[in-house]
């Protein structure tokens, strides 16, 4: 049987929250939750705020994604 050899299928790893596309590691641990750098400029221009893309401080009881 051949594998797939589609980006993203064969490799496992953390993934966007956003859009779901494969990290590299430098993505992967720069922030509380997992966004691209893609996503991470979208959603800057639109005016969305730093806590609303990578979550607030991991000692804060209000964040939805513990």
Known sequence: M????????????PRCM??????????????RR?????CVRLLMSAG???E???GTRPDDPGDPYP
């Open 2 to 13: 051949e594998e797939d050899s589609r980006p993203g299928t064969a490799e496992e790893g």
């Open 18 to 31: 956003w859009c779901g596309t494969l990290l590299r590691d430098e993505e992967a641990r720069r922030a």
């Open 34 to 38: 997992p966004v691209c750098d893609k």
């Open 48 to 50: 969305v705020s730093d």
């Open 52 to 54: 609303e893309i990578f």
